[in-house]
């Protein structure tokens, strides 16, 4: 009795530790996590809640052209069509996210327009760089130094349009526009993504989260309810099957156990909307000492065929 009472509260905390995971079920928005459907890219965590500081993000980052990635540099960060975020973990909790100065790490002086008129500009830093008209009501209205850094440039002509670098970004000047949109700002997140040769294949885009295909490649955990049990007893093999998303998957799968008196069984299982498969197991005078392999194999069939597999044992005690 005490044996089955110890078996029973083993389960009871195992199926706790399984319901804590960080599933992501179904594939809807959930809070700090969201898809940009306009460039396939998803934006979490404290990067996205960065994003949503400012007023308007799309304006002053745009949308994300890559996950979450390690860059070349060392450094976490994100790349946004006008942007780039980076992680400092070293400083303090809120305040890990910063915006790479990307006017910074792209200017390059193009023809200067000298122009200073004292009612329409303001001056800024021990250069005293001018920023005037259009360009200065954009800036003070979208986060003044704190979001743009301090100016770099004064008005330039690049590429037959004219613009001025600050060292978190560039805005330029768009004519064509209606009256309120003339101003922009720069779209240097790919040119800065280049510069750095990033792997091209951090920009290719994921699916949206109401897809029902899964991303590969399939991840799968094995694990059982006890590290070690009786000679004759009982056991739970738990397996769980995302995607790469960490996104729950239904498989079917095959589970192999190799019993240390040299025979063998096979279970087929399923897994169910939670990408979770529970499979009993019952035994009796099984070899003391022995050792019981567990062979899982899952296999996903939709569009493409996606096959993975895991493993995992525990031990015969006595």
């Known amino acids: 009795m005490m044996a089955r009472a110890s078996f029973y509260r083993t389960l009871l905390l195992m199926i706790a530790f399984i319901l804590a995971l960080p599933w992501r079920a179904g594939y809807a928005q959930s809070t700090g996590r969201e898809y940009f459907k306009e460039t396939g890219h998803y934006v979490e965590g404290e990067f996205l809640a960065f994003y949503h500081k400012v007023s308007d993000p799309v304006l002053l980052y745009g949308y994300p052209i890559t996950e979450q990635i390690t860059s070349t540099d060392g450094k976490r960060v994100q790349y946004f069509q006008r942007a780039r975020f980076e992680y400092n973990p070293l400083l303090p909790e809120g305040q890990r996210v910063q915006l790479t100065p990307i006017g910074k790490e792209l200017y390059a002086p193009g023809v200067a327009i000298r122009y200073y008129n004292p009612s329409g500009c303001r001056l800024f830093t021990s250069q005293n760089i001018p920023v005037c008209f259009a360009f200065l009501e954009f800036f003070e209205k979208y986060g003044g130094v704190a979001q743009f850094g301090n100016p770099i440039s004064s008005f330039e002509v690049q590429g037959n349009i004219i613009v001025q670098y600050f060292e978190n970004a560039r805005l330029e000047w768009r004519p064509w526009m209606p009256e309120g949109?003339?101003?922009?700002?720069?779209?240097?997140?790919?040119?800065?993504?280049?510069?750095?040769?990033?792997?091209?294949?951090?920009?290719?885009?994921?699916?949206?989260?109401?897809?029902?295909?899964?991303?590969?490649?399939?991840?799968?955990?094995?694990?059982?309810?006890?590290?070690?049990?009786?000679?004759?007893?009982?056991?739970?093999?738990?397996?769980?099957?995302?995607?790469?998303?960490?996104q729950p998957v239904r498989a079917n799968g095959k589970l192999t156990v190799l019993w240390p008196d040299n025979t063998q069984s096979v279970y087929e299982f399923a897994t169910n909307e939670n990408g979770l498969a529970i499979i009993p197991l019952e035994f009796s005078n099984m070899p003391y000492g022995g050792v019981v392999f567990i062979y899982a194999q899952v296999r996903y069939t939709g569009s493409t065929i996606l096959e993975a597999q895991s493993q995992t044992s525990f031990r015969i005690w006595y």
Request: charged residues 25%; without cysteine.
């Open 181 to 246: 949109q003339r101003v922009a700002v720069s779209e240097l997140g790919r040119l800065l993504f280049d510069k750095k040769q990033e792997p091209i294949q951090a920009l290719a885009p994921l699916p949206p989260p109401d897809r029902a295909e899964p991303i590969a490649p399939l991840q799968v955990r094995v694990s059982t309810v006890r590290a070690v049990t009786n000679a004759t007893d009982r056991q739970l093999v738990f397996v769980i099957v995302q995607d790469k998303a960490l």
